[in-house]
């Protein structure tokens, strides 16, 4: 049975003071009137499909649960929107409602294709949280070496950071976002577990923010959700993810075996006592000076080969002690004049990430809407609208369903499985 105007009226007014927003806001996003805005949350006037679609993301709500036959507080985008502040000048908000909404729309899409992901590999460690910022490092360390140890990832580099997360079922997404928010960790019922990085972020950071947000997934879902601030660095559980960031990206066993397979990170004086059955035999080694000394062209290799920046690098050295604060500040300074740069040139070391996860992403969820389209399940228009969604125009949605073949008098010969 259809709900009755006067209740959606009633839906719409919840969700907007869900978000903390005020009439003003609402009729300033629809370009109606404030008393528009009154009269529509009363039941006194009817609202169209394109506005209500335009209110759907506004409040980061699935347009169907407006008309649907119970409506229900959605917790998590609450909460979300209480957290944030209009300091930005809603910056993290309106990222916020473009992660919901192509989380959403990514979700319907694989329900309409009938995509099932499982989340049973997804492991949850129970950590308390952490009582202070020792303890949060730790805790960090701890759990990227049994996350480490249960991917079977041994010592290596980790790879391509998306793959591995998709390969545990875990959605992945880029989205625009003001420079402060690195990314942010979605755990809802409709949208799944999602990740979305800053897509203006350089691809290096992106790898060290994807296996932060991937923290939050093994340690802090039941939040629901979490926005990563770099204001925010000195919060525990931040704390805890760059830890576990730190660590995954760059184990300790493996840093010390790339460093030893540079001829470097061997104690400048090594003493053993050695027992033969009957007595100690003392035995005493000493390097020749200078020869342990890291350099900053052993930096950018080893940045290379776990693929972070040369001054993640450069702290993963210093808290493992294979380097010290004064070589540490020298190594720091010639990384920020630029020679990290041209020395990588000059050793013809190819970008630390070649791959445009945005374009990937992209790909994939365009792929996903033309073969719905190819099934009938959605419309052309439909599909116009999802390519909006990840920056495509109308013009490369229609150029992509005439190459794929699928122009409306193709669409009719699909044969569809039986339901």
Known sequence: MAITQQELGRRLRDAREACGLKQEDVAQHLGVSRATVAQIELGNRSVSGLELSKLAYLYARDIQDFVAQEFAEDDLVHALFRSETDSDGDGVKQALRDCMALGRELSNLEDLLRI?????????????????KWEAIQIGSQVAMEERRRLGLGSAPIGDPVALLEGQGVRTGLVQMPADVSGLMVSHPRVGLFIVI????????????????????????????LVSR???????????ANSFAANFLMPEEGVRQFVGSLGK?????????????????PVDSRT??????????????????????PLSALYRLLNLKLINEPEFTHLKELDQEGN?????????LPPIDQVDHAAEFNRRFLGLALEALRRELISRGKLVELA???????????????????DEEDLHSVVLPEQ
């Open 116 to 132: 099932t992901r499982s989340l049973t590999t997804v492991a949850a460690y129970p950590f308390p949280a952490p009582r202070s």
């Open 198 to 225: 800053n897509q203006t972020h350089p691809a290096v950071r992106q790898r060290f923010s994807w296996c932060h947000e991937y923290c939050h997934v093994l340690l802090d879902r039941d939040s629901r959700g």
């Open 230 to 240: 770099v204001s925010e660095r000195d919060d525990l559980r931040e704390v805890r």
């Open 265 to 281: 990170g061997a104690l400048s004086r090594i003493h053993a006592d050695v027992y033969d059955g009957t007595d100690v035999v």
């Open 288 to 309: 020749e000076p200078g020869t342990q000394e890291i350099q900053l062209y052993d930096v950018v290799q080893l940045a290379h080969y776990f693929g972070v920046s």
């Open 340 to 348: 990290s740069l041209r020395l990588a040139k000059l050793l013809t």
């Open 388 to 406: 909006a969604q990840v920056g495509a125009t109308r013009d490369d949605a229609e150029a992509l369903v005439q190459s794929a073949g699928l």
